[in-house]
């Protein structure tokens, strides 16, 4: 059975930093294009960076470029984020997300496609001005 499970979210101000964890078990631990995504109350879900596994290929939303780093342990099974220069408008529920990928284009499409096989339950980041 394949689980993911958030973790690291939390309340900080403005301008602050955060890092998100995102621990998986249950899955095949070949080629797989892993995600974080995010919602915020009355929005849809939107994309936030996604890995390619298979190739370390990243991918991130214009909106948080340069500002968010997504990253793997392979060792551990364990995709991270980290965020700094928060700003308010990144309060949301943050989610990981799993799927198995041939490839960096693939991995790019399924996530800005938000078509993700498993998916965790989500953490809450509160940013304060």
């Known amino acids: 059975q394949v689980q993911l499970v958030e973790s690291g979210g939390g309340s900080v101000q403005a301008g602050g930093s955060l890092r998100l964890s995102c621990a998986a078990s249950?899955?095949?631990?070949?080629?797989?294009?892993m995600g974080w995504f995010r919602q915020a109350p009355g929005k849809e879900r939107e994309g936030v960076a996604a890995?390619?596994?298979?190739?370390?290929?990243?991918f991130y939303a214009n909106s948080v470029k340069g500002r968010f780093t997504i990253s793997q342990d392979n060792a551990k099974n364990t995709m991270y984020l980290q965020m700094n220069s928060l700003k308010p408008e990144d309060t949301a529920t943050y989610y990981c997300?799993?799927?198995?990928?041939?490839?960096?284009?693939?991995?790019?499409?399924?996530?800005?496609?938000?078509?993700?096989?498993?998916w965790g339950k989500g953490t809450l980041v509160t940013i304060s001005s």
């Open positions: 997300a799993v799927r198995m990928a041939r490839d960096g284009d693939f991995c790019y499409t399924v996530w800005r496609a938000a078509v993700m096989d498993y």
């Open positions: 890995i390619y596994t298979g190739g370390d290929s990243t």
């Open positions: 249950g899955y095949n631990t070949g080629s797989n294009c």
